[in-house]
């Protein structure tokens, strides 16, 4: 069995916010799980070629556009899943951050960061 808290979880600083990483490859469960915290007002632009991403709201709002510019509100209660390694927007609004449980399949290692620059959609 395994038990963790939050404040016991390797914290990355992922660019715009902050990731706890409550579950990673090495915990051998099959997936991974990190309590993502997306700082207000920022946009995100995240790519996820190795692993498919689900992550359901817990606070806050924002939106994910998809590259063809469809955009989807996330409130609070509100899951989406990039099934098929989606290039996305991940916007926080301006009121408060944006908290979402993430799940991965096949697991991260743990410790990845992203690359949000100019240049496309940040990735591993």
Same mark, same amino acid.
């Given at each position: 069995m395994?038990?963790?808290?939050k404040?016991?979880?390797?914290?990355?600083?992922?660019?715009?916010?902050?990731? #706890? @990483?409550?579950?990673? /490859?090495?915990?051998?469960?099959?997936?991974?799980?990190?309590?993502? *915290?997306?700082?207000? !007002? &920022?946009?995100?632009?995240?790519? #996820? @070629?190795?692993?498919? /991403?689900?992550?359901?709201?817990?606070?806050?709002?924002?939106?994910? *556009?998809?590259?063809? !510019? &469809?955009?989807?509100?996330?409130?609070?209660?509100?899951?989406?899943?990039?099934?098929?390694?989606?290039?996305?927007?991940?916007?926080?609004?301006?009121?408060?951050?944006?908290?979402?449980?993430?799940?991965?399949?096949?697991?991260?290692?743990?410790?990845?960061?992203?690359?949000?620059?100019?240049?496309?959609?940040?990735?591993?």
């Open positions: 395994l038990i963790r808290q404040v016991d979880s390797p914290r990355v600083a992922w660019g715009n916010g902050d990731s #706890y @990483r409550m579950v990673v /490859e090495n915990d051998g469960l099959g997936f991974a799980l990190a309590h993502t *915290v997306v700082t207000k !007002g &920022t946009v995100s632009r995240l790519q #996820y @070629r190795n692993h498919i /991403e689900a992550c359901y709201c817990i606070s806050g709002s924002g939106a994910v *556009v998809e590259a063809d !510019g &469809t955009r989807h509100e996330i409130t609070p209660g509100v899951l989406y899943a990039l099934n098929n390694h989606d290039p996305h927007e991940l916007v926080a609004d301006n009121e408060s951050d944006l908290v979402l449980l993430s799940v991965f399949n096949p697991p991260i290692v743990g410790n990845e960061q992203h690359v949000l620059d100019d240049a496309g959609y940040s990735c591993y």
